[in-house]
């Protein structure tokens, strides 16, 4: 099979399409035969090794040689105590805490990291949900507890994490502000927002403007920059950003918690089919759209993780393998 390989932190030159072998799948595993994958920020974190916590897989040199986290196929086979999948099901799912792999024609995956796939969805609708929709619902619902007629604003809402949170931030019956460049603000209206401010032009931290809830995918300010925009008991929830950012939340967010009841969290990733199967249902019931900007096949799977990581992306990239194969 082909797969985009690389074996070395770096540029998006150090990937080589190679020939590799079909791997064989565990007792507990299931081979699919990838038909989309998206790129996730994650995928260009893990290419360079920076910021440094990406490295800790892998000090070195990287200790998956094959990126891609978010994919949807078809099952060729299964092992001996997978009893929920069948050969032949549509599946998709977050397969990063299983072993990444998924820029190639084929992988393995543990049969827990997989959800059925309606007919109604496409493979690469299917692909652009698992990780940027489940860190948006859990960022809104768990950590943000969000709630009707409360104020959210997204900061870096024109991403795949940003389009899915205000989508299901006005689900909730919340009013929404979303935070990013000129480009990606109409989009950003035409599913949803109920403000937009282009960052380039406006400081949102200077408008005199409060929030109930903050959902920051880009963690490009200081703690205290938050903090002041936060209503009383507020909530803050970083969802990616800088490591500056992760130890002022770390060193300063309990105390702020504590003199000023505004809580200031960091959002842990959790992958599980509940919450995937939550957003299938969503998106059954015509409630949530993936908003997909790029298709790029699978030798361009560099290009597609540098747009991506350059931030030029309006929500999500997506890798289409199968046409590499027709």
């Known amino acids: 099979m082909k797969a985009m390989v690389y074996d070395k932190y770096g540029t998006t030159n150090v990937l080589k399409l190679k020939d590799i072998e079909i791997p064989t799948p565990k ?8 038909h989309a994958v998206s790129v996730n920020s994650w995928d260009w974190d893990l290419l360079r090794g920076k910021p440094f916590l990406a490295r800790l897989g892998g ?12 994919i949807a196929g078809r099952v060729e086979a299964i092992g001996c105590e997978v009893n929920d999948i069948s050969v032949g099901d549509e599946v998709f799912g977050d397969i990063s805490w299983c072993g990444w792999g998924g820029f190639a024609e084929y992988v393995t995956v543990h049969a827990e990291a997989l959800t059925l796939k309606p007919a109604s969805m496409t493979f690469e609708e299917a692909a652009a949900i698992p990780q940027a929709g489940v860190l948006a619902l859990q960022g809104l619902r768990d950590k943000g507890q969000i709630q009707e007629g409360k104020r959210v604003l997204i900061n870096g809402a024109g991403g795949g994490v940003g389009t899915f949170a205000l989508q299901m931030a006005k689900l909730y019956g919340a009013e929404v502000t979303c935070v990013d460049s000129e480009k990606k603000l109409d989009i950003l209206m035409s599913i949803g927002a109920d403000h937009v401010i282009d960052y380039t ?7 005199g403007q409060f929030y109930d809830l903050i959902l920051d995918v880009v963690g490009n300010r200081s703690i205290f920059d938050y903090k002041r925009v936060l209503n009383p008991k507020g909530t803050y929830v970083m969802i990616g950003g800088s490591l500056s950012l992760i130890l002022q939340l770390l060193l300063l967010g309990p105390m702020i918690d504590k003199k000023e009841s505004k809580k200031m969290a960091i959002l842990v990733h959790k992958p599980n089919k509940h919450d995937q199967n939550f957003l299938k249902e969503l998106f059954v019931a015509g409630k949530l759209v993936p908003i997909i900007d790029r298709r790029n096949s699978l030798n361009q799977v560099a290009e597609a993780i540098r747009y991506l990581g350059e931030g030029h992306a309006k929500g999500k990239v997506v890798v289409c393998v199968e046409k590499d194969q027709t």
């Open 201 to 207: 032009k406006e400081d949102f931290t200077q408008r």
């Open 59 to 70: 000090l070195l040199k990287p200790k998956y040689k094959i990126l891609g986290a978010d």
């Open 27 to 34: 007792q507990n595993e299931v081979l699919v035969k990838i």
